[in-house]
DNA sequence: CATTTCACCTGGTGGC
DNA sequence: TGCCACCAGGTGAAAT
């Protein structure tokens, strides 16, 4: 699932590939899924507006675009938004390669490279915001990556839901998914099911530390890939190797040795040590 | 308002 | 071998 180190990892390798290059013209399919803004308006509003920057915001990446006459160095005028979803990619290719089935958006490029949009099961989405009548994306909640710790701590003040619930909910933390979700916690040594609001402090911060830590060496290995995650190149990432409860049901616990345990917890499966994990 | 549940999707898996 | 019910999970709407 793309969370927030292989949402990093593509938008980086997409930014690699196409900043400062324009969008010659776009196609979009038939299906009304993927599409937040009607498939006929993104094209529009993409055609001829050249690529300032490609970054991630939580789970989202984004696309400042400028406008069709000037080249580069000015202020967005618009924005791409794609969000990836369960099984979304986005691929920077060459125009004649193969067209994967799924595919939901092609953006040809006038360097001739091709952004590509591929999504089986269609949880992603495309969005399209021109910032003259659409405000500029923030993301829902708070950047994981660099909040401080006291920031970090007070978001779980009062929360009467697991602490693996709050960590999946997007309005309060943005980035964090299942994997990395269980990963954090495993190593913070905090049970999922532990009530948000009533973990000590000190608890919370070594939360944060463990979530910033796991997060850091999950994008220096080009993200996990379980299922089909591949980054904008095609490639997988490593960190589905250092993975310590995700999808370890039944294995011994690489702390303790203790057999790892799966629950459902907020409807997502969840896997925890229950010896490490108090 | 805060929190929980469920629908949206398709490919892969496991049971018979 | 073939078929099919079932599951995975990010998000947002609906329910509680």
Not at 49 to 78: F, N, S, T, W, Y
Not at 127 to 145: I, S
Request: glycine residues 10%.
């Amino acid at each position: 699932m793309p969370e927030l180190p292989e949402v990093e990892t593509v938008a980086r390798g997409v930014n690699e590939r196409v900043r400062g290059d324009r969008i010659a013209e776009v196609w979009f399919s038939s299906h009304t899924q993927p599409f937040k803004t009607p498939p006929a308006g993104q094209a529009e509003g993409l055609e001829g507006r050249i690529i300032l920057a490609v970054r991630r915001v939580g789970k989202h990446i984004v696309c400042d675009l400028g406008g069709r006459d000037v080249a580069g160095e000015e202020q967005p005028e618009a924005q791409w938004i794609v969000h990836l979803g369960m099984t979304g990619r986005l691929l920077v290719t060459t125009p004649d390669g193969d067209v994967a089935p799924h595919t939901h958006a092609r953006l040809r490029l006038t360097s001739g490279r091709e952004i590509r949009f591929v999504d089986p099961r269609r949880f992603g989405r495309l969005e399209y915001r021109e910032l003259a009548v659409a405000k500029e994306f923030f993301g829902p909640g708070v950047e994981p990556t660099t909040v401080d710790p006291d920031v970090f701590a007070g978001l779980f003040k009062g929360r009467k839901l697991a602490i693996k619930a709050a960590l999946l909910n997007q309005t309060i933390l943005h980035g964090v998914g299942n994997i990395y979700a269980d990963e954090s916690l495993f190593r913070a040594g905090i049970r999922p099911k532990r009530m948000a609001g009533r973990l000590k402090k000190a608890e919370l911060l070594k939360l944060r530390v463990a979530l910033q830590d796991v997060l850091q060496h999950a994008i220096q290995l080009g993200g996990s890939s379980v299922s089909d995650y591949v980054d904008a190149n095609g490639v997988k990432g490593f960190f589905q190797l250092e993975h310590r409860v995700y999808m370890r049901t039944g294995q011994p616990c690489l702390v303790c040795g203790t057999p790892i345990q799966r629950i459902v917890l907020a409807g997502r499966g969840t896997h925890f040590c229950s010896v490490c994990q108090q």
